[in-house]
């Protein structure tokens, strides 16, 4: 079935269910006036469908027209295909919207840089399309290049950069969170600790250039201080034995017993065997409390950033302080909490 018929089949049938359960209050000459209605908005829907499908014809027309007079490439062509993959979106035909979004990409890379500022809008709009479509990977592409640009574009006191950064670190936070690559345990842990490790690189460089009692790192400090805390739930919800133990799993004994000889006489024969080390799950559950520790400690080292601009910070109003001091609050109850339940004698 076509996105347009789809489209067709899903609004009719709202308007069923909007007429069913309009029954016990109307009259039935008011009930033959709503199926009137009914069937006239069907008609004006589907008079929107040509009109649009009449529309993307026109501006076909006119990008041939366009690419026949001043060539494939030409500047011009971007507004063009954006206008014309917003038709496509809106018949829901999100496949079609993102092939020409990535041609007007490719024209402003040509025309404008490979960094250059306007290709952002064009890449919130792919991503939009590939999140519909539950194209996680290529969303997650479009991300990265997005981000790539902004870190290119601007600076990290430009409101650009930092919403760049904002839409990055929600995304990367669902993918973790709902798991949307499918990863196994241990690689979603490696890829949450990319995740923090990445804004802690963020957070570093803006001590550097910027004063970090800004306000504007707020969020920044908020999205870490997830991504962290999501690790340590994680953590802990481990079993020990998915940590690798320091000790070796296993040991070698010496075990004996007498013998007879083909002389018939008693000797006592030895051979070495390979048992469990019992200290090795021992060293597993100190694994998992350091991996846990370490997760929290980050915690704990954003907590302090985001007391110092609660306590340096000249511009917070007043629901800013207690939104950080809320914060605050809900962090440590939760990190007291994972590390009461690391001090379990079996960790399972």
Same mark, same amino acid.
């Given at each position: 079935?076509?996105?347009?018929?789809?489209?067709? #089949?899903?609004f009719?049938?709202?308007?069923?269910?909007?007429?069913?359960? &309009?029954?016990?209050? !109307? $009259? +039935?000459?008011? @009930?033959a006036?709503?199926?009137?209605?009914?069937?006239?908005?069907?008609?004006?829907?589907e008079?929107?469908?040509?009109?649009?499908?009449?529309?993307i014809?026109?501006?076909?027309?006119?990008?041939?027209?366009?690419?026949?007079?001043?060539?494939?490439?030409?500047?011009?062509?971007?507004?063009?295909?954006?206008?014309?993959a917003?038709?496509?979106?809106?018949?829901?035909?999100?496949?079609?919207?993102?092939?020409?979004?990535?041609?007007?990409?490719?024209?402003?890379?040509?025309?404008l840089?490979?960094?250059?500022?306007?290709?952002i809008?064009?890449?919130?709009?792919?991503?939009?399309?590939?999140? #519909?479509?539950?194209?996680?990977?290529?969303?997650?592409?479009?991300?990265? &290049?997005?981000?790539? !640009? $902004? +870190?290119?574009? @601007?600076?990290?006191?430009?409101?650009?950069?930092?919403?760049?950064?904002?839409?990055?670190?929600?995304?990367?936070?669902?993918?973790?969170?709902?798991?949307?690559?499918?990863?196994?345990?241990?690689?979603?842990?490696?890829?949450?600790?990319?995740?923090?490790?990445?804004?802690?690189?963020?957070?570093?460089?803006?001590?550097?250039?910027?004063?970090l009692?800004?306000?504007?790192?707020?969020?920044?400090?908020?999205?870490?201080?997830?991504?962290?805390?999501?690790?340590?739930?994680?953590?802990?919800?481990?079993p020990?034995?998915?940590?690798?133990?320091?000790?070796s799993?296993?040991?070698?004994?010496?075990?004996?017993?007498?013998?007879?000889?083909?002389?018939?006489?008693?000797?006592?024969?030895?051979?070495?065997?390979?048992?469990?080390?019992?200290?090795?799950?021992?060293?597993?559950?100190?694994?998992?409390?350091?991996?846990?520790?370490?997760?929290?400690?980050?915690?704990?080292?954003?907590?302090?950033?985001?007391?110092?601009?609660?306590?340096?910070?000249?511009?917070?109003?007043?629901?800013?302080?207690?939104?950080?001091?809320?914060?605050?609050?809900?962090?440590?109850?939760?990190?007291?909490?994972?590390?009461?339940?690391?001090?379990?004698?079996?960790?399972?």
């Amino acid at each position: 079935m076509t996105p347009i018929k789809i489209k067709k #089949k899903n609004f009719v049938s709202l308007l069923k269910i909007s007429s069913l359960s &309009l029954h016990f209050f !109307i $009259s +039935s000459d008011l @009930f033959a006036q709503t199926g009137d209605i009914e069937e006239e908005l069907a008609e004006i829907s589907e008079q929107r469908i040509k009109e649009i499908n009449q529309e993307i014809e026109t501006r076909r027309a006119g990008i041939e027209k366009i690419q026949s007079n001043v060539g494939i490439y030409d500047q011009s062509l971007i507004e063009a295909y954006w206008s014309l993959a917003e038709l496509h979106r809106e018949l829901d035909d999100y496949e079609s919207a993102s092939d020409i979004l990535l041609d007007a990409l490719q024209i402003a890379r040509i025309n404008l840089g490979l960094y250059s500022a306007e290709q952002i809008q064009l890449l919130r709009l792919l991503i939009e399309n590939q999140i #519909k479509v539950q194209d996680w990977r290529s969303a997650d592409d479009f991300y990265e &290049l997005e981000y790539l !640009i $902004s +870190s290119r574009t @601007f600076s990290s006191r430009d409101t650009e950069y930092l919403d760049t950064l904002r839409f990055y670190g929600a995304w990367k936070l669902r993918v973790i969170q709902e798991n949307l690559f499918n990863l196994s345990g241990q690689s979603l842990i490696l890829t949450a600790g990319e995740i923090s490790s990445f804004y802690s690189r963020v957070i570093s460089k803006a001590e550097q250039e910027t004063d970090l009692q800004n306000k504007n790192m707020l969020d920044v400090l908020y999205a870490k201080t997830q991504v962290d805390m999501t690790l340590a739930r994680y953590v802990a919800s481990m079993p020990y034995t998915s940590f690798q133990g320091t000790a070796s799993p296993f040991i070698n004994q010496t075990r004996c017993r007498n013998m007879r000889n083909p002389q018939g006489q008693v000797v006592r024969q030895c051979y070495s065997v390979q048992v469990e080390n019992p200290r090795y799950r021992q060293s597993q559950r100190e694994a998992k409390r350091f991996a846990l520790s370490r997760h929290t400690r980050a915690v704990s080292r954003s907590i302090g950033k985001l007391e110092s601009i609660r306590n340096n910070s000249t511009d917070l109003t007043k629901g800013e302080k207690q939104n950080i001091d809320t914060q605050i609050s809900l962090l440590v109850i939760e990190s007291e909490r994972l590390l009461r339940g690391s001090e379990k004698p079996f960790l399972f």
